[in-house]
């Protein structure tokens, strides 16, 4: 649509990341930056169309597993904030508030929602009776808002983003801790085996648990200038919660029990950003199949393939979409403005080509162009389909590799962090008693503590790699955005 | 969920229609009208399922017409809001403002969007330079606020709706129209053949117009109670909005001209309404086919006939949405609760029926059960499906029989009012001249001036029914939600 849209990027990923990710979102046209609300975006069609499709995956997956849908007030009052005091605590700097109707102004006021535990809860109270009620389990699609002090970023850190929440309740503990681990499965099957993005699950130590949870955990994506993003977030919230909202259920043995909520927050805006990140190149954008907002194009070289085009056309659009670049511009000039879009497949429709009976595919799976057999053209293009994300996963899951780094002390912690690695280390708690040797850390470094990981294979045997006293842990650390 | 589910309706539509509409909101639980911001819902899972289903039919159509999806932030500022003169003045009254961002208060205060109007026109400022650009056609899924000063009433009138904007810029009044014709065939397309609804389009007088438009359109669903409900309306705005915005073009002569900019908007959630209203009945729901939440239920009488229950739910799923009911409840408290819920298909799986190798189908478009001979009951719900929602129409499309009424007077007026028809009668005018007469009507029985019909076959031959003066337009007047 603007003029530079069909210029390609200057910027290099591996040089100037944050210069490259900027271009990437303005150039092809992602999201215009230039609302006049700073930390607010206009999300364009290119964007749209995609973050559209992960919304499909993802409620599919949380249907599938017996969450269902509601939509909530994007209007919280004061009040309900106010009924969980560290959950207030926690959210009240970010909060923005609607205090007038037309002239008139509230006697409350309202907030719009950072996060909606204070509106869902509420109604949990009026819903839930018996045990036969759990698992309630719900999700909403919808937009929140926070009034960051960070340095906002688009798509990544945006005072408003269009996320998905899923809130439960259950019995037990052990059933709270069980929706946990399904919800990483689920961030699992989404984020990893859809969008191709690797991560890596840590519980939060204490000092770095969402407001009000009695446990945290959160899926880590690895940026490839070493810094981390944190992803969904899943937590079985203390019983402040349940008490504060009269979340009750009349159990089995006919006690009255406090039912164990637990939280799920995949940022689908948010996820956008590291789709961006981790599959694109200097070239553009890279989308996996799954999401691509076009998955195929088709560009006739010559005015006499527009037939032939439109017949390639007809049949792939029963298994992909599909678009013909009809636009008045050089073949050359639409292979680059498609490649830095990001669309999986470009077939490029020669007369020569043609001639011999063959046909030219561009796979940005694997950037490379192969020469197929016309009567075998759509059976290829199927099959690429359905390896063109692992493709993508393979690639992805090279991040990692050689990035965790194990230290000892304060000075090779500094020297992984420098490397842009994500450091392994002892370390004496991840309760409160730790919180001064994360401070270190944080101080001498600019890294955090980004917690245990469950499955931790290792036993955290010797001292705490900063205070030297015995270690319970065994913690990773990285730079965050 | 809730102890009152399984109860049914004990209001009566014709009767008592405002209390039957409240128990059919509570008792099916498409929303929870308990959450303590006034004017606000909580949408449940049943009106969710089916209000997803509807903006996928209408944003299906909309991109097969060119519409290209955004996501325009929520919070517009009031400078914006400000530049068109008469949008401020109709808008202003009904703004919920954000005014601060946690402790900060804003030098300038944000309005929570109640249209869009004034956030997507400055982007088309910057976006527009050619007629090459235009059309430029796009559309937002989003929920606007309106803080209203008439009585809220849920889906028809609340303080947060789900809709869809579409906004075009055109180069000439001309294709503007063209725009406006196209969003009525809109409209045709998803609200009736898709949903079901009657209606009539009603150009709207002067006086009654949407804030900053030249012209407005609007189509008018009818209630059962002889009330209309305005749903769709689209607009061709005045050039003061492209002229506030800067929305300009370089035309093909060289020349830079205003844009002609039409919107149109479709409000999801109070369409909904018209989907209860329309279709409902003493029972309950009934849901055209393509947008019901579950299409087809199984309800097998007896635990052996489970796993032919399964079976059958196993061919089905390949061409619509279907569930088993395994409750321990009766039979005829199942049959009850699905008929209220509106699922179009209810299979009752009886021993003695399978004996004779027939099986029992509810249909809800007819209310009535056939037994069918069990090999044939796939093909027989397949051929259910795709008249079912003809069927609702047929039912439907009766409720405007004998509606509409020739009048010549203000006596005769009130008298069809009365009756809870839709006046039609020649009047003076529905520019500022008639704006008196209007008010006479208004006045003496309640109705309002609709507008005139695009299509009008006959001349208004004769007087105003009310001043007496040459009428120049027939005009219909109907009371309104």
Same mark, same amino acid.
């Given at each position: 649509m603007t003029k530079k849209s069909s210029e390609g990027l200057t910027a290099k990923k591996e040089e100037n990341f944050s210069e490259w990710f900027t271009q990437v979102i303005q150039k092809t046209e992602l999201? +215009? /930056?230039?609302?006049? !609300?700073?930390g607010f975006l206009v999300f364009q069609p290119w964007s749209v169309l995609t973050m559209e499709k992960m919304y499909k995956h993802m409620e599919e997956v949380l249907q599938r597993k017996n969450h269902e849908p509601y939509f909530f007030p994007t209007l919280i009052p004061e009040e309900n904030l106010k009924k969980e005091s560290s959950h207030i605590k926690g959210f009240t700097p970010e909060v923005f508030w609607v205090t007038h109707g037309g002239t008139k102004k509230f006697k409350e006021k309202l907030a719009l929602?950072?996060?909606?535990e204070t509106a869902f809860y509420q109604m949990f109270g009026l819903w839930i009776r018996s045990? @036969?009620? /759990?698992p309630f389990k719900t999700y909403q699609r919808a937009n929140v808002f926070r009034y960051e002090t960070k340095a906002t970023r688009p798509f /990544?850190?945006?005072r408003e983003f269009h996320w998905i929440e899923a809130h439960c309740v259950h019995a037990t503990k052990e059933e709270a801790f069980k929706q946990v681990l399904e919800d990483m499965k689920t961030t699992e099957e989404v984020?990893?085996?859809?969008?191709?993005l690797p991560f890596i699950f840590f519980e939060r130590p204490v000092w770095d648990k %969402?407001?009000?949870?009695l446990r945290t955990f959160a899926a880590d994506v690895l940026n490839p200038d070493g810094k981390v993003i944190q992803q969904p977030s899943t937590h079985i919230l203390s019983q402040q919660f349940s008490k504060a909202f009269d979340v009750k259920f009349k159990d089995k043995d006919g006690k009255e029990k406090l039912g164990w909520i637990t939280c799920y927050g995949p940022a689908i805006s948010r996820i956008f950003a590291s789709v961006i990140i981790v599959h694109g190149d200097d070239k553009g954008l890279k989308f996996p199949w799954e999401i691509a907002p076009l998955q195929v194009i088709i560009i006739? =070289?010559?005015? @006499?393939l527009n037939k032939k085009a439109e017949s390639l056309k007809e049949q792939i659009q029963k298994f992909a979409s599909v678009k013909i #670049?009809?636009? #008045?511009?050089?073949p050359g000039e639409k292979f680059n403005y498609w490649e830095m879009k990001g669309v999986p497949i470009r077939i490029d429709l020669g007369l020569k080509d043609l001639e011999k009976k063959q046909i030219t595919i561009f796979r940005r799976d694997l950037d490379k162009k192969i020469v197929v057999p016309e009567q075998n053209v759509i059976e290829k293009i199927e099959k690429i389909s359905k390896e063109f994300t692992k493709n993508l996963i393979k690639k992805a899951d *090279? =991040? %990692?590799?050689?990035r965790i780094k194990d230290v000892k002390n304060l000075k090779e912690i500094k020297k992984a962090i420098e490397q842009g690695k994500i450091a392994r280390c002892c370390f004496?708690? !991840?309760?409160? +008693?730790g919180v001064k040797c994360a401070e270190v850390i944080e101080k001498e470094t600019?890294?955090?503590?980004r917690g245990t990981k /469950?499955?931790? *294979? *290792?036993k955290p045997l010797? @001292?705490?790699? =900063?205070?030297? @006293?015995?270690?319970k842990e065994i913690i990773y650390i990285a730079k965050a955005y």
């Open positions: 999201a +215009d /930056l230039r609302y006049n !609300v700073k929602r950072p996060t909606s045990y @036969k009620d /759990l /990544l850190r945006s984020l990893n085996k859809t969008f191709g %969402f407001p009000g949870a006739p =070289i010559d005015k @006499k #670049d009809y636009r #008045d511009k050089r *090279k =991040i %990692f590799e050689g004496c708690s !991840v309760e409160k +008693d600019g890294a955090e503590v /469950l499955d931790e *294979k *290792k010797g @001292k705490c790699a =900063i205070c030297g @006293k015995k270690a």
